[in-house]
């Protein structure tokens, strides 16, 4: 069975918060970083009907005294299983070179569908990706810096400050994670 685009599983994610119509997720994609997903109705509604196609979501129609109907979307059984077999896939080094916005979105859903716990491991993954990705960074600017024009440089300088951020990012989110999980147990 092929899986779900990002698009889909942004989709998916937002369902399992609560039913929501086609309208509601496009003003939630326009007015949030999701709109880096899409906010069009040119994909948003044809993505919404291949997920129902493929059994992921269902629809309803909703009526409304005195208001247009609407048609609500809210994620199966099978939906479900597959958004978290998505979230939990192991973070490959290729997941951070290539689909960081993807990784946000699969961790941005965790507490909801996976709890603090997997969660947890999650953030431990990627950063501990992330560990490893920086420093050969450095080393291959080290390497090549000298053949470099100044404003190769200076891009490869944004790229691996942008991963030093993420790495950073990682390690506080880590440190919240367990301070939480800490307090958890005094209760």
């Known amino acids: 069975m ?12 937002l369902l399992q ?3 929501q119509s086609g309208y509601d997720l496009r003003k939630i994609f326009a007015a949030t970083p999701m709109s880096a997903f899409s906010d069009s109705p040119g994909a948003i509604y044809p993505a919404l009907r291949r997920l129902e196609e493929r059994g992921l979501v269902r629809s309803q ?3 409304r005294a005195g208001l247009r ?26 997941d951070i070179v290539r689909r960081s916005e993807e990784l946000m979105l699969r961790f941005a859903f965790m507490d909801d569908t996976l709890g603090p716990e997997q969660t947890l ?14 420093p050969s960074l450095r080393e291959w600017r080290g390497a ?14 944004s790229g691996i400050q942008g991963y030093e951020t993420l790495l950073r990012w990682a390690r506080k989110a880590i440190a919240m994670y367990e301070g939480e999980k800490k307090e958890g147990r005094k209760s």
């Open 2 to 13: 092929e899986t779900a685009s990002i698009l889909g599983y942004a989709l998916l994610g």
């Open 144 to 157: 090549h810096e000298g053949e470099m024009k100044l404003s190769g440089r200076l891009a490869l300088e």
């Open 121 to 134: 491991e999650f953030l431990k993954g990627f950063a501990g990706q992330l560990e490893g990705y920086v």
């Open 17 to 19: 918060q609560k039913p």
């Open 69 to 94: 109907r609407r048609r609500l979307y809210r994620p199966t059984a099978a939906g479900v299983a597959e958004f978290k077999a998505w979230q939990t896939q192991e973070t490959t080094r290729e």
């Open 61 to 63: 129609v909703q009526e």
